[in-house]
């Protein structure tokens, strides 16, 4: 349970906000969304090849300049 502190004379919206950055992170949405549908090892695995190749790409072109 998310429970986010309000100070006295604190603003609704300034809670209200904290309380979103607080639920984004914690990524409830993220994994719901992840659970709605059902992806196979061998997709999963491919895409987690594809991003490490990608990101070396980009570490390489970093080191490089």
Do not use: C, W
Not at 23 to 50: A, H, I, W, Y
């Amino acid at each position: 349970m998310i429970v986010v502190p309000v100070k006295e004379g604190e603003n609704l919206e300034r809670a209200l906000k904290k309380l979103k950055r607080k639920f984004d992170k914690t990524g409830v949405v993220r994994e719901m969304r992840r659970r709605q549908q059902f992806t196979k090892p061998s997709v999963v695995n491919r895409e987690k090849r594809l991003k490490a190749i990608y990101v070396q790409h980009l570490r390489q072109q970093e080191l490089d300049k």
